[in-house]
């Protein structure tokens, strides 16, 4: 199974589709504001994950210089028409090479949960190597146990999910070198019956070598 070629598909398929079945005001839009109010104006925030842009990149892109990232064709057509003030990369979230200590924070929903889970712990550890001393991450991750998932009618496609439970997650984001700041288990407005662990964490600042 091609977990990622699944998820890649079926975003490129249902791009429009899952755009309009986003909520705008709902509890996971609003963490993001606890975020936003933790930066300066002008930082540099990576949009790990970021679909069409709405309406994560675009809140985002009101304060900072945002770099939003995809691999789904679709979705980043329809981000740069979205968030026109947004830089986009289509590329692998698990396979990112941006510069080192380049952002004031990371910014992730529903992204990494559509990778297989095995490869989580380099995603976070990527994603504190690419974070300035004292940058944040807004991360979603998964609530519960779930190794392999296929959905045959997401929106109209297939679709795929892998993530550990809360308490895994939390502690693995603290081995890569993460403070948590907060957690929180929110209920998927788009996806009934669904929910979902968002952490906000920081990298330290005073790392020892």
Same mark, same amino acid.
């Given at each position: +199974?091609?977990?990622?070629?699944? /998820?890649? @598909? *079926?975003?490129n398929?249902?791009a429009?589709?899952?755009? @309009?079945?986003?909520?705008?005001?709902?509890?996971?839009?609003?963490?993001l504001?606890?975020l936003v109010?933790?930066? $300066?104006?002008?930082a540099r925030?990576?949009?790990a994950? &970021? *679909?069409a842009? +709405? $309406?994560?990149t675009?809140?985002?892109?009101e304060k900072?210089?945002?770099?939003?990232?995809?691999?789904?064709?679709?979705?980043?057509e329809?981000?740069?028409? %979205?968030a $026109?003030?947004a830089?986009? /990369?289509?590329?692998?979230?698990?396979?990112?090479?941006? $510069?080192a200590?380049s952002?004031d924070?990371? &910014?992730?929903? =529903? @992204?990494i949960?559509?990778v297989?889970?095995?490869?989580?712990?380099?995603?976070?550890? %990527?994603?504190?190597?690419?974070?300035?001393? *004292?940058g944040?991450?807004?991360?979603?991750?998964?609530a519960g146990?779930? %190794?392999?998932?296929?959905?045959?009618? =997401?929106?109209?496609?297939r679709? =795929?999910?892998?993530h550990?439970?809360?308490e895994?997650n939390?502690?693995m984001? +603290?081995? &890569? *070198?993460?403070?948590?700041?907060?957690?929180?288990r929110?209920a998927?407005?788009s996806?009934?019956g669904a @929910?979902?662990?968002?952490v906000l964490?920081?990298?330290?600042?005073?790392?020892?070598?």
């Amino acid at each position: +199974m091609d977990a990622k070629a699944i /998820v890649q @598909a *079926g975003y490129n398929a249902i791009a429009a589709e899952y755009l @309009a079945a986003r909520t705008k005001d709902s509890q996971d839009v609003r963490l993001l504001q606890d975020l936003v109010a933790r930066l $300066p104006r002008g930082a540099r925030v990576l949009d790990a994950g &970021c *679909g069409a842009g +709405m $309406p994560v990149t675009k809140i985002l892109c009101e304060k900072f210089l945002v770099i939003g990232v995809d691999f789904s064709t679709a979705q980043i057509e329809l981000a740069r028409r %979205n968030a $026109p003030r947004a830089e986009f /990369v289509c590329a692998d979230l698990t396979a990112l090479e941006l $510069p080192a200590e380049s952002f004031d924070a990371i &910014c992730s929903y =529903y @992204a990494i949960i559509h990778v297989p889970r095995a490869e989580h712990r380099a995603i976070l550890l %990527n994603f504190w190597r690419m974070l300035k001393a *004292g940058g944040l991450a807004l991360l979603c991750l998964g609530a519960g146990d779930l %190794n392999d998932d296929i959905e045959e009618d =997401y929106f109209g496609a297939r679709m =795929y999910w892998s993530h550990f439970d809360a308490e895994t997650n939390i502690r693995m984001m +603290m081995e &890569c *070198g993460f403070e948590i700041i907060w957690s929180k288990r929110v209920a998927d407005e788009s996806f009934s019956g669904a @929910a979902h662990l968002f952490v906000l964490a920081i990298k330290p600042q005073n790392i020892v070598a």
